[in-house]
Each structure stands twice: as structure tokens, then as C-alpha cells.
T-cell receptor, first 117, second 112 residues
Framework: EAGVAQSPRYKIIEKRQSVAFWCNPI?????LYWYQQILGQGPKLLIQ????????DSQLPKDRFSAERLKGVDSTLKIQPAKLEDSAVYLC???????????????FGPGTRLTVL | QQQVKQSPQSLIVQKGGISIINCAYE??????FPWYQQFPGKGPALLIA?????SEKKEGRFTISFNKSAKQFSLHIMDSQPGDSATYFC???????????FGDGTTLTVKP
């Protein structure tokens, strides 16, 4: 079974530039998560989708971050404009679902390491 | 407010020793407690998980101990091996909500 794919693996940009990350979840997984992992900290949820609908985006800085999951499969996370404090690893995860049916294991991709200079 | 507190931040253990990582949570609505293992350059991977209706769960060399009244849980790695060297994260979830709240991680180094 193929895992969660993310690209790019690394990105270096200057502050105030924009950047986009792409995630392809495991086939058939209804729920997709984007986490931000700052060096030395645990992953922090940014946004959670079920199919193509947003379940939770309470911790997404909406003035600069946006995410979409068209057709309920692939997802993109965008930052515009980037700030120095956005330097982190951005992890995508997916789970089979189904909300309301107990915990479903989250499978994480390798992440995209973003450096903002 | 950090909802899941993890300690220690780093841990060095000799091969064959026992590694112990502790976590505490605040939100009593949490009802699922997974532990993740993360190697450099990789995403976290589920290692073992427990529900609060049991006090202990064992899978091979890995054991979770859970104390509901104290709102604490811990991971014990028996007979630690150099291949166990990684960062370990505890997490807490509301099972029906899906998402996890993570601790800040423990970097484990097992010396040969």
C-alpha cells in the first residue's frame, strides 16, 4: 500500500513570498490533516478535512494560510505571505475515517521542510 | 495552554535498559491516547495506543501504563535497542473527532 505522498520535500523562500505544498493521501482515506511541526515541538493541527469539507480549521492562521481539498482527494496548503515564524515541517496525514466510528489511525507523510529567510 | 505535557525532553539509555517517557493531559474529554515514533526525515508513525478503560497495554517490548485519576500515561520500552533511537510523541484524542493533540516529544538515544 502506497503511503501519504508530499511535495516538495524541502523549500527555502524569503519572507513575504508565497509557497504551496501538495499532499496525496492514501487511496480511500476520507480524512486528511495538515499539521505544522516547529523544531523541538510536536505536530500542531492546522486543518482537518473530511472528503472535501473542512471539519476543523480553528488553528489555521487564515490571514495568511489557506488550504483546499478539491474532489476529496489531493490537498494543497498555501502560505501567503510567509513570515520567519512559519519555518517548520508541514506534515500531511490521512485516515480511513470515519468520524463517529471511533479512532482511526493517522498515517503521516514525510513532510515538507520550509525555511523562511 | 498546553493540553499534553511530555517529559523528559531527551533520554539516553544503555542497550538493554528500560526507557520511560511520561505524559500528562488536562482535558478529560480525551478518550484515546496514541504514542508515535518519528525517525529523522520521516513523519510520525503510530506505535501503540490505549483507551482509558484499561490501565495497561503491552505490544512486544512496548507498554503503555495509564492512570485515569491522575490524568497521566507513560510509555515503557523494555530491552531498549539502538534501533529504538528516535523521537517519541505522546498524543491525546477525542476518538470521534479524529485529530490528535501532541506532546512536544522525547528524543531517545540508546547507546550500544
Amino acid at each position: 500500500e502506497a503511503g501519504v505522498a508530499q511535495s516538495p520535500r524541502y523549500k527555502i523562500i524569503e519572507k513575504r513570498q508565497s509557497v504551496a505544498f501538495w499532499c496525496n493521501p492514501i487511496s480511500g482515506h476520507a480524512t486528511l490533516y495538515w499539521y505544522q511541526q516547529i523544531l523541538g515541538q510536536g505536530p500542531k493541527l492546522l486543518i482537518q478535512f473530511q472528503n472535501n469539507g473542512v471539519v476543523d480549521d480553528s488553528q489555521l492562521p487564515k490571514d495568511r494560510f489557506s488550504a483546499e481539498r478539491l474532489k476529496g482527494v489531493d490537498s494543497t496548503l498555501k502560505i501567503q505571505p510567509a513570515k520567519l515564524e512559519d519555518s517548520a515541517v508541514y506534515l500531511c496525514a490521512s485516515s480511513l475515517d470515519l468520524m463517529g466510528q471511533g479512532f482511526n489511525e493517522q498515517f503521516f507523510g514525510p513532510g515538507t521542510r520550509l525555511t523562511v529567510l | 495552554q498546553q493540553q499534553v505535557k511530555q517529559s523528559p525532553q531527551s533520554l539516553i539509555v544503555q542497550k538493554g535498559g528500560i526507557s520511560i517517557i511520561n505524559c500528562a493531559y488536562e482535558n478529560t474529554a480525551f478518550d484515546y491516547f496514541p504514542w508515535y515514533q518519528q525517525f529523522p526525515g520521516k513523519g510520525p508513525a503510530l506505535l501503540i495506543a490505549i483507551r482509558p478503560d484499561v490501565s495497561e497495554k503491552k505490544e512486544g517490548r512496548f507498554t503503555i501504563s495509564f492512570n485515569k485519576s491522575a490524568k497521566q500515561f507513560s510509555l515503557h520500552i523494555m530491552d531498549s535497542q539502538p534501533g529504538d533511537s528516535a523521537t517519541y510523541f505522546c498524543a491525546a484524542s477525542i476518538a470521534n473527532a479524529g485529530k490528535s493533540t501532541f506532546g512536544d516529544g522525547t528524543t531517545l538515544t540508546v547507546k550500544p
